[in-house]
């Protein structure tokens, strides 16, 4: 069984940074792509930034410049550097890992922008 374990949420003021971080841990044999999601109340899921194995990234348009997805695979961790936060990038930002080739999400971190 797989864990993926989210922090570094909160609360800051428009053009603030906040880093997210991702662990997964648990019966791992390989971590394959690793990414971001987010959902704001009343919006479906979207997708924000995903890493390969290789470390090739792809960012969605929304937070391209602003946002730097990385990895640590040695930790088994993603990360969401992001800058020059803006009111509409509140959401609830998710990760999915896949691990041996299955996804797995985390449970979530709040991430709330004040003007």
């Known amino acids: 069984q797989v864990q993926l374990v989210e922090s570094g949420g909160g609360l800051v003021q428009a053009g603030g940074s906040l880093r997210l971080s991702c662990a997964a841990s648990?019966?791992?044999?390989?971590?394959?792509?690793m990414g971001w999601y987010r959902q704001a109340p009343g919006n479906q899921r979207e997708w924000v930034a995903t890493?390969?194995?290789?470390?090739?990234?792809n960012y969605a348009n929304f937070v391209k410049g602003r946002f730097t997805i990385s990895r640590d695979n040695a930790k088994n961790t993603v990360y969401l550097q992001m800058n020059s936060l803006k009111l509409e990038d509140t959401a609830v930002y998710y990760c999915k890992v896949l691990v041996d080739g299955r996804p797995s999400w985390g449970q979530g971190t709040q991430v709330t922008v004040s003007s």
């Open positions: 648990g019966s791992i044999f390989s971590v394959n792509g």
């Open positions: 890493i390969t194995g290789g470390g090739r990234t």
